[in-house]
């Protein structure tokens, strides 16, 4: 099982969920939302293998948190993985975009400075505008879109500049999810939860949870379920540092 966008240091009680993920082998992006957060994180997750940790800035906590950028990208060195990163431009919080933009760029520039990175990046609201960066720095690393939900040409163009896309549960119950997803290269998919924001039955998602999408993603693709987990297993494998 693969969880390639999970915020497990945000779960009430991190060292149960770490647990459940040891005991079922579960491969877990653990995603941060401030630098801050990289530390500890790595630290609750050891040595474990099967679970990385990204180095991330929100883009909804950019408004407050834009001074961070500089301990970002002070720390990129360490880390193979970044996220979350991105823009959002839903109206909660557009009026920080232009900052936001600022620090997406920055953590770009820091990143291809770097030798690039294997990125977890959201762009709800603004999926133009990120593609837009990303083209822009292309060295920074393998984009990753994360729960994508811009327009049909969007996913066109993110598809054509060869992005990677990561799916999951929450996203595939609404039918604008399914119709993306179903356009997406399988070769380029992966799973995610988004847990512990994204739920289930009113309770956080588990990051074993991930591979549940696979009934709905099969169904609207045509594939058996056991053939997109060898295939998304297959993805993993084919990006550095993952296994
Ligand atoms: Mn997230």
């Not at 823009?87 to 520039?109: K, M, P, T």
């Not at 060295?139 to 066109?156: N, T």
């Not at 739920?199 to 990051?207: A, D, E, G, I, K």
Request: aromatic content about 6%.
């Amino acid at each position: 099982m693969i969880d390639f966008h999970c915020h497990i240091d945000l779960y009430s009680d991190p060292a149960s969920v770490l647990r459940g993920v040891d005991a079922r082998g579960t491969y877990v992006l653990a995603v941060t939302t401030t630098p801050k957060a990289w530390r500890g994180t790595t630290k609750l997750i050891g040595a474990r293998r099967r679970v990385r940790v990204a180095l991330g800035l929100h883009p909804e906590l950019v408004a407050q948190r834009y001074g961070e950028v500089a301990l970002l990208c002070g720390l990129l060195p360490e880390a193979r993985f970044v996220g979350e990163i991105g823009l959002d431009g839903s109206s909660a919080h557009r009026d920080s975009l232009d900052l936001q933009h600022n620090v997406f760029e920055r953590i770009l520039a820091a990143s291809a400075k770097h030798g690039g990175r294997i990125m977890s990046i959201h762009s709800r609201g603004a999926a133009t505008l990120v593609l837009d960066t990303l083209e822009k720095h292309w060295g920074a690393g393998v984009p990753i879109l994360h729960w994508f939900s811009g327009s049909h040409q969007e996913l066109e163009r993110a598809i054509a500049m060869g992005c990677w896309f990561s799916i999951g549960p929450a996203m595939l119950k609404s039918r604008k999810g399914r119709e993306l997803a179903s356009r997406m290269p399988l070769k380029r998919v992966l799973t995610e939860t988004d847990a512990p924001f994204a739920r289930t039955n009113s309770r956080p998602l588990m990051p074993w949870q991930a591979y549940d999408c696979l009934t709905e993603l099969g169904a609207i693709t045509g594939t058996e379920p056991d053939e997109l987990k060898s295939q998304i297993l297959d993805n993993l494998r084919s990006l550095p540092h993952t296994i």
